[in-house]
């Protein structure tokens, strides 16, 4: 079946630091990504579509310059997190589609703590 | 305003109980609903639905889409403490976005 791996699991960082979260697709080549964020007990929120080999689209509300995005391949994309606050600590997870059509699968996530 | 409403949001009940839960949705450009399960870490996917009155079943689990109704229902049988989670409704749309509902919580006692 298709994987998605998500690394790193877990980050604990210092305000004003940037972190990178990266997205593989292990078997099989994904065009697009998409990264949710999921604070405590909420539901999955969709951040922004990561396009290979052009910009990512964001969604309303979700700030460009600090969360870039870079789908250089086919089964990799990141998202960094800029000058990160406390208020970016969440969880951040992954996903792709191996087809139009198809279902997402999920990366294992990203626990971001920010200090 | 695209949406997907799931119900109840959290539920209680004891081991071997069957549980049913809902999903609605306002959708435009509907292309499949899927469901899937989140325990401690990211969703693991259970079911995607794309006809009517289909049921797609997995051991105790199954599932069946109402698209004149608008809506969907997972039901466990003979529920289990594995099966305390949370359970995410989601609608694919044609042009490749994926709306998640807020979720059931369903918490299994022993």
């Known amino acids: 079946g298709a994987v998605v791996s998500q690394h790193p699991s877990r980050v604990i960082c210092k305000s004003g630091t940037s972190v990178k979260i990266e997205c593989r697709s292990l078997d099989f080549q994904a065009t697009t990504m998409f990264w949710y964020r999921q604070f405590p007990k909420q539901s999955l929120m969709l951040m922004a579509t990561s396009n290979e080999g052009s910009k990512a689209t964001y969604e309303q509300g979700v700030e460009k310059d600090k969360f870039l995005i870079n789908h250089a391949s086919l089964t990799l994309s990141t998202l960094t997190v800029t000058s990160a606050h406390p208020e970016d600590s969440s969880f951040y997870i992954c996903?792709?589609?191996?087809?139009?059509?198809?279902?997402?699968?999920f990366g294992n996530g990203t626990r971001l703590t920010v200090t | 305003e695209d949406k997907v409403v799931q119900s109840p949001l959290s539920l209680v009940v004891h081991e071997g109980d069957t549980v049913t839960l809902n999903c609605s949705y306002e959708?435009?450009?509907?292309?499949?609903l899927l469901w899937y399960k989140q325990e401690k870490k990211a969703p693991t996917f259970l079911f995607m639905l794309t006809s009517s009155g289909i049921e797609k079943k997995s051991g105790r689990l199954s599932s069946i889409l109402d698209k004149k109704e608008l809506f969907s229902i997972l039901n466990i049988t003979a529920t289990q403490t594995g099966d305390s989670a949370v359970y995410l409704c989601a609608v694919d749309h044609r042009d490749d976005k994926i709306i998640f509902g807020k979720g059931t919580r369903l918490h299994i006692l022993p």
């Open positions: 996903s792709a589609k191996r087809g139009i059509g198809s279902p997402l699968h």
């Open positions: 959708v435009t450009n509907f292309r499949s």
